[in-house]
T-cell receptor
Framework: QKEVEQNSGPLSVPEGAIASLNCTYS??????FFWYRQYSGKSPELIMF????GDKEDGRFTAQLNKASQYVSLLIRDSQPSDSATYLC??????????FGKGTRLHILP | DAEITQSPRHKITETGRQVTLACHQT?????MFWYRQDLGHGLRLIHY???????NKGEVSDGYSVSRSNTEDLPLTLESAASSQTSVYFC???????????FGQGTRLTVV
């Protein structure tokens, strides 16, 4: 069974603080990992992807990957109210299926 | 600009009726996917296709079918709609396993 696990939240973070979102996946053969953001009533949109172990930074967002632990995380620095959304972890498995986690609802508190 | 579009955006149908949701992409992507999204379940994969005449079952394929006669379109058919199929349906496409998936706007289907 191909699985992608996330805490559903809600995760409440004060404005200006760091939000930390986590994801684990079941297949060691997975090579790429994606974070999507979904606002209520809207489609998911890509915010970060990562292929290699370690950290990848893009503006206020940092993706972290640990393949040995089958763990990927997303850090959002200087959280803003506009970051309030559901964050979906997506993992393409070796057969090209893209499996999504259930998503973590993030609330940024003004 | 390339895009992926779904139609209709909203649909109300009766139990037992056949319903088809359209998905059309102009990215020229080989991979296309259908997901349903329900509260507490996230995005669940219904069917997917790697190219023309290729279709595969996902996690929740019972009661659904797809066909791929060209690169651009992957229609999703509910053979006999059931109330349990009330959901928001998303179509997505990608160029390959390690590429970003692009999503349509979604179709909200209500089965009464």
């Amino acid at each position: 069974q191909k699985e992608v696990e996330q805490n559903s939240g809600p995760l409440s973070v004060p404005e200006g603080a760091i939000a930390s979102l986590n994801c684990t996946y079941s297949d060691r053969g997975s090579q790429s990992f994606f974070w999507y953001r979904q606002y209520s009533g809207k489609s998911p949109e890509l915010i970060m992807f990562i292929y290699s172990n370690g950290d990848k930074e893009d503006g206020r967002f940092t993706a972290q990957l640990n393949k040995a632990s089958q763990y990927v995380s997303l850090l959002i620095r200087d959280s803003q109210p506009s970051d309030s959304a559901t964050y979906l972890c997506a993992v393409p498995f070796p057969d090209d299926k893209i499996i999504f986690g259930k998503g973590t609802r993030l609330h940024i508190l003004p | 600009d390339a895009e992926i579009t779904q139609s209709p955006r909203h649909k109300i149908t009766e139990t037992g009726r056949q319903v088809t949701l359209a998905c059309h992409q102009t990215w020229n992507h080989n991979n296309m996917f259908w997901y349903r999204q329900d509260l507490g379940h996230g995005l669940r994969l219904i069917h997917y296709s790697y190219g023309v005449h290729d279709t595969n079952k996902g996690e929740v394929s019972d009661g659904y079918s797809v066909s791929r006669s060209n690169t651009e379109d992957l229609p999703l058919t509910l053979e006999s709609a059931a109330s349990s199929q009330t959901s928001v349906y998303f179509c997505a496409s990608s160029g390959g396993r390690d590429d970003e998936a692009f999503f349509g706007q979604g179709t909200r289907l209500t089965v009464v």
